[in-house]
């Protein structure tokens, strides 16, 4: 940019000229930077400490030679400033600037004259900030079905002359479309889009220019700008991003395996279709990893997949686990509960034998403990003799005999079927004499033994003792 290009720039965004000239404004950000570069060409010294330290010391005594501009100009251009205008990056209100006119004239015009003098300007002095005047939100979220309002106003208008307000549509791909137009004098149209129909101005006028657009759809994402025309032709311009959210359909499926030594998927967990993607995680007591994938959807959605994978034992089956998903469209994360499905062939106890089976007693029993996945189908008793002893009653997993005799003196076994095997387990019943002869045999061998003892202590006590004499050794008697 050379200097005419910038006067002429600063001519047509103050409306000076009285005909639209060929370089109109089309983006007033890059524009303020570019008359910002220019400016500030001159001098990129930082005298921010020089400032502070020319502040320090005012008032500054009048110069030999009087400056070029009076404190009186000053004034006059401080008691000009509009209170309605936006603060510099000092934040200092004009409102501030303008009624306290007479206290900071002098002390403004010593600033003024230093800078002038010294040939230098404070970089404080060519920083602005730069406030948008067309007031949007800066983001909007909603979803599908939903109507949202996309509100857009022009603040601190002042003199200027808004001549008409448009609402444009840009996708993602950069490409814009007219979607709205309010003029004064020609009222509301609405060019052909995919908006046409459900996109409105609910109070038409340059004051408030908000839009209503109903039954959303994903596709309608993206940035809405709102653009003003400001006499003669200069465009300032807002953008709201709108951000489409989708619900998801949350699923999850319990996968049958069968016990094994290598890791396997049992559970599979799916948020599909929503937006912004869904968070998955498990809550177990089962040592597995859980791997989560997306991958996109139609609409700009995402569908999340999270499979669970572990090394399948029996003593997993039944256990719990559950798949949470948290998403911004609900309420609080889902929760679903499932119980893993492991199948495994038959696993068998034989249980209530204690060792102490004798001949006569009566009513003992074993009992065939068995668990697998899937049902188990048939429970059947054996003996390794070949034979079922007569004193035996099997009813389904219990073996019973009424009375013990020496034909259950055997090993029997119990064996279990499921569709994936057979299981099978076996005890050896080892049965003694009857209760009342081994009880007589005890009673004759501790009478026995009573008897023996009493014929032993008669020998010591009627043995006279004689004949017995202490030799000592030869040493002692010398």
């Known amino acids: 940019m050379n200097t005419k290009e910038a006067f002429q720039k600063v001519r047509t965004l103050t409306g000076y000229d009285s005909k639209p000239m060929p370089s109109a404004v089309t983006d007033p950000l890059s524009f303020a930077e570019d008359l910002n570069i220019f400016y500030a060409r001159f001098d990129t010294t930082n005298c921010s400490e020089e400032c502070r330290a020319l502040l320090e010391t005012l008032p500054i005594p009048e110069p030999a030679h009087p400056a070029p501009f009076t404190v009186e100009d000053v004034r006059r251009q401080l008691s000009r400033c509009k209170p309605g205008k936006a603060p510099g990056p000092n934040g200092i209100q004009a409102r501030v600037l303008k009624e306290c006119t007479a206290e900071l004239a002098p002390i403004m015009h010593s600033l003024f004259w230093e800078s002038y003098k010294t040939a230098s300007v404070p970089t404080l002095w060519k920083t602005s900030s730069i406030i948008p005047r067309v007031r949007v939100d800066p983001e909007v979220q909603s979803y599908p079905g939903e109507t949202v309002n996309l509100r857009c106003a022009f603040a601190d208008k002042g003199d200027l002359q808004l001549t008409q307000v448009s609402w444009i549509w840009e996708r993602a791909d950069g490409a814009k479309d007219n979607i709205a137009v309010y003029h004064p004098q ?16 609910p109070n038409p006028s340059l004051d408030n220019s908000s839009v209503v657009i109903s039954d959303l759809k ?3 994402e993206g940035k809405y700008i709102c653009e003003f025309i400001i006499y ?64 996109p959807g139609a609409d700009n959605t995402v569908t999340v997949s999270s499979e669970y994978r572990l090394v399948p034992t029996p003593a997993d089956n039944g256990k719990d686990i559950s798949c949470v998903i948290s998403h911004p469209m ?26 102490n089976w004798y001949v006569g007693r009566t009513n003992v029993m074993l009992t065939c403990q068995a668990t697998g996945n899937p049902v ?35 090993t029997f076994v119990c064996e279990v079927k499921n569709r994936l095997g057979v299981g099978k387990d076996q005890v050896t019943v080892v049965v003694s004499e009857s209760a009342g002869l081994l009880w007589r045999h005890i009673l004759s061998a501790l009478v026995l033994l009573a008897a023996i003892g009493l014929l032993i202590e008669h020998f ?3 043995t006279p003792i004689t004949g017995l004499r202490l030799n000592h050794p030869p040493f002692i008697n010398q």
């Not at 020609?186 to 101005?201: A, T, V």
């Not at 998801?248 to 319990?254: D, H, L, S, V």
């Not at 309420?331 to 068998?348: A, N």
């Open 186 to 201: 020609f009222g509301s149209s609405y060019p052909q889009s995919p908006f046409r129909g459900r996109i409105s101005f």
């Open 232 to 295: 003669p032709s200069v465009i300032e311009q807002g953008t709201t991003t709108l951000i489409m959210l989708a619900k998801p359909r949350n699923t999850a499926f319990i996968f049958t395996v069968i016990a094994g030594k290598k890791p396997v998927v049992v559970v599979r967990c799916e948020s599909a279709d929503g937006k912004p993607p869904a968070q998955i995680k498990w809550v177990s007591g089962v040592n597995a990893n859980g791997t989560t994938t997306s991958k």
């Open 376 to 410: 188990l189908t048939s429970v059947t008793w054996k003996v390794l003799s070949g034979r079922m002893p007569d004193a035996v009653q099997v009813k389904e997993n219990k073996l019973m005999v009424l009375k013990v005799d020496e034909s259950v003196n055997t």
């Open 218 to 220: 994903m596709t309608d």
């Open 460 to 462: 010591i006590s009627h």
């Open 330 to 355: 609900q309420d609080k994360p889902q929760s679903m509960p499932l119980k893993l499905v492991i199948e495994y062939p038959p696993k068998v106890t034989i249980v209530g034998y204690d060792n």
